[in-house]
């Protein structure tokens, strides 16, 4: 078996202002997303590094080839200001590579980073609105994510693997959201259920034939998070849901369908559907009285490939 053995440093907050703007997104019909001006790109990075080299540090307390945690966090920043291009998966990409250049004793660099996001805020420009190119607005949101492992492969320094992802995406629909039909048996209490207020947490992961793509230089090959996340919500909207199960399929085929340049994309589900505790409200046609579910809480996984595009299933009525 082989042995894990790796090390890194975790929450190295990174700022940079003025990157690249990312242009060049292929336009989709559910999302205004065009770009990013990238005035503020921030991320808060982790890194692992691999190398057989580093046995004699955990095994004789032989510290000759450490490179300290706290040299990695210095490289990541310094490297933040050298980095040419406009997207997290990018930066990850190139730091990663950087570490097995300068460090020729590493064998492997395995890194990941949770955007920070900062929204725009529209300001009023000659009679209109327009995003402020000066003041953010820190979101509680939800984030983008991205993961690459770079490796060596002889004489070369290759990309192993990705995965960019949105975490975090609460959404809730008041109606048009239901579940029965499900197995009754002497442990059901669930009652079936017509029109929820169905309140899900998302996190949808997708990875690229290529990972040029990912890196943001090649005309409509980057893939948002912003478009899947509007991709997500306007599924949600458009179709009736008998499941979240169903739910994040149909979304997961939106957005297999509109990238061709994806080969997978993965869900993690959690249902937050409130507890209703009013039915009827008197002098009132349709609303009704809920409050947060208790614990403990479904969840679904999910991955789907390009041929689940071949063989879609039914569509809900
Ligand atoms: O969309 C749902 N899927 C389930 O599998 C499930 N189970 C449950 O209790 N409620 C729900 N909702």
Redesign the pocket.
């Known amino acids: 078996m082989k042995r894990t053995m790796r090390y890194g440093k975790d929450d190295v907050w990174v700022y940079r202002t003025y990157a690249a703007p990312l242009t060049g997104v292929r336009s989709i019909p559910e999302s205004a997303f065009t770009g990013r001006s990238n005035i503020l790109f921030g991320m808060n990075v982790k890194v692992a590094v691999e190398g057989d080299a580093f046995l004699s540090s955990f095994k004789d307390g032989d510290n000759t080839l450490v490179v300290a945690t706290d040299s990695m966090k210095n490289f990541i920043l310094k490297h933040a200001g050298d980095y040419q291009g406009s997207t997290q998966e990018g930066f990850l990409e190139f730091v990663a590579r950087r570490f097995l250049e300068t460090y020729p004793h590493m064998s492997a660099v395995d890194i990941s980073s949770e955007q920070i996001p900062f929204d725009e805020l529209q300001v009023p420009t000659k009679g209109s609105f327009e995003p402020s190119p000066l003041v953010f607005r820190y979101s509680l949101n939800e984030q983008s994510v991205a993961s690459v492992e770079v490796k060596r492969s002889g004489e070369e320094i290759i990309t192993a693997d990705h995965l960019s992802s949105l975490k975090g995406l609460k959404l809730l629909k008041v109606r048009g ?1 239901s ?1 029965f039909g ?1 197995v009754k048996d002497e442990y059901t209490t ?1 009652p079936e ?1 017509y029109d ?1 207020p ?1 309140f899900i947490f998302l996190n949808i992961g997708w990875r690229y034939h290529d990972f040029e793509g990912a890196r943001g230089s090649t005309k409509d090959g980057y893939v948002a998070a912003e478009q899947v996340r509007d991709i997500a919500y306007t599924v949600f909207h458009e179709e009736n ?7 994040i399929y149909r979304i997961g085929l939106r957005i297999l369908n509109r990238f061709p340049q994806l080969v997978e994309v993965r869900f993690e589900s959690n ?1 937050r ?1 409130w507890e209703t505790v009013l039915d009827e409200i008197p002098a009132s046609q349709e609303g009704k009285v809920f409050t947060e579910p208790r614990p403990p809480f ?1 969840f ?1 996984c999910f991955s789907m490939t390009r041929e689940d595009l071949e063989n879609p299933g039914e569509s809900p009525t």
Not at 241 to 247: C, E, F, M, R, T
């Open positions: 959201s579940f499900f669930l259920s929820r169905l849901s008998p499941s979240i199960q169903n739910l249902n559907t479904g679904q």
